[in-house]
């Protein structure tokens, strides 16, 4: 489905970003991984090739907030390659703090890396894109843009400012042949669940708030976002699809679960 695309996934090492990296290379892509440290990125790339040597894959370790940093190294990848068909903004930060208990400065973290590392990716692959005629970029949200849970107050606003980007960005690229989209997962199996805090247990009593009634696995994410970035969607702009095991449904399906009982 990706035969000889070549893609960029940020915070690629592990979780969500991992498996999309993972999915992609199975579907033929050559994929630039990028991560937060060295070590993080060589690990990865070596459990990548232990899996399959024949892949594709590489690594960098940009610092995303500094726009000069992620610019220059989109710059290698596009004289290594000559092309990038496709970028995926997956790397964030995860936030629980009430709002009487933030700083103007941890604030601003979150939204530095959540939301503006994003667009320091965005506008030089952009430039890319229009030179050769097209790409996909895929942003990666969350439920919590869509339905902010209580006491995360800097992490959903992030969110809501990616669906935002995501649409204006689908909008102003689209006459170059770019479509701009964005998965909003949900409960997620990943690190960034221990790291903000929540235990096995959690993260189930979590999952029953969705229809499912489970927590999703990142290769569930990474279908949608193998679906959003091939051909198979190529009528799709602008789109932020809710990857959450039915929480919209949740509430109108408790009565099916009792019943099931």
Same mark, same amino acid.
Request: aromatic residues 8%; hydrophobic residues 40%.
């Given at each position: ?10 915070? %690629? ?6 498996? $999309? ?57 596009k004289e290594k390659y000559g092309r990038i068909d496709i970028l995926v903004n997956?790397? *964030? ?14 604030? =601003? ?12 990716? $965005? ?9 050769? %005629?097209?790409?996909? $970029?895929?942003?990666?949200? =969350? ?17 809501? *400012?990616?669906? %935002? ?65 091939? /051909? ?13 095991? *039915?929480?919209?449904?949740?509430? /109108?399906? /408790? ?7």
């Amino acid at each position: 489905m990706l035969k000889d695309k070549v893609a960029v996934v940020t915070g %690629g090492t592990r979780g969500i970003g991992y498996a $999309i990296v993972e999915k992609f290379l199975k579907n033929g892509a050559k994929v630039v991984l990028f991560g937060s440290r060295q070590e993080t990125v060589e690990k990865a790339i070596a459990a990548l090739k232990e899996e399959n040597p024949e892949w594709e894959v590489s690594g960098a370790w940009p610092k995303l907030t500094d726009a000069k940093a992620v610019a220059d190294e989109m710059a290698k990848i596009k004289e290594k390659y000559g092309r990038i068909d496709i970028l995926v903004n997956n790397a *964030g930060v995860s936030d629980s703090t009430p709002i009487g208990k933030y700083t103007a400065e941890h604030f =601003s973290d979150v939204m530095d890396l959540n939301v503006n590392a994003m667009m320091n990716g $965005i506008i030089p692959v952009v430039e890319i894109m229009k030179e050769q %005629g097209g790409g996909v $970029i895929l942003n990666v949200a =969350s439920f919590g843009g869509l339905m902010p849970p209580m006491y995360r107050s800097a992490y959903c606003t992030s969110k809501y *400012g990616i669906n %935002g980007l995501t649409r204006m960005a689908a909008s102003e690229f689209a006459p170059f042949g770019i479509r701009v989209n964005a998965v909003a997962p949900g409960s997620i199996n990943t690190a960034m669940q221990a790291a903000a805090g929540r235990t096995e247990e959690d993260v189930k009593r979590v999952a029953k708030n969705f229809a499912l009634h489970r927590a999703g696995e990142p290769e569930e994410v990474a279908n949608v976002a193998l679906f959003l970035t091939s /051909d198979m969607s190529s009528y799709i702009d602008g789109v932020v699809l809710e990857c959450s095991g *039915g929480k919209f449904l949740a509430q /109108d399906c /408790d009565t099916a679960w009792q019943q099931r009982r």
